[in-house]
Nanobody, 127 residues
Framework: QVQLVESGGGLVQAGDSLRLSCAAS????????MGWFRQAPGKEREFVAA????????YYADSVKGRFTISRDNAKNTLYLQMNSLKPVDTAVYYC????????????????????WGQGTQVTVST
């Protein structure tokens, strides 16, 4: 089991920045690829970004490429999502998730590819 706890969400204005954190506990954090997903009201959960177990490879949704940066610190068992130039369309609950299928990069893009989820943190971007 891996326990994940997100933090860092909040209410910001368009153009502002936020950094989300996801603290992991339980099994060895570096055994997992990690991802960020988000879900807006009335919409399906969508992929935002993912990172390989060692941090050497990153993957992004087109909608956030160039604005968001995913990173991890395996020594601190923590995943991050730096979000810059935020837009109102980025408003959603953001979830971090752990994926034990580290060599199946195709699974990084889909919620069903992940084995453990945090409870989510709300990000609201106002105009």
């Amino acid at each position: 089991q891996v326990q994940l706890v997100e933090s860092g969400g909040g209410l910001v204005q368009a153009g502002d920045s936020l950094r989300l954190s996801c603290a992991a506990s339980g099994r060895t954090f570096s055994n997992y690829a990690m991802g960020w997903f988000r879900q807006a009201p009335g919409k399906e959960r969508e992929f935002v970004a993912a990172i390989s177990w060692g941090g050497g490879s990153t993957y992004y949704a087109d909608s956030v490429k160039g604005r968001f940066t995913i990173s991890r610190d395996n020594a601190k068992n923590t995943l991050y999502l730096q979000m810059n130039s935020l837009k109102p369309v980025d408003t959603a609950v953001y979830y971090c998730a752990a994926n034990q299928h580290t060599y199946d990069t195709g699974s990084y893009y889909h919620p069903r590819g992940y084995d453990y989820w945090g409870q989510g943190t709300q990000v609201t971007v106002s105009t």
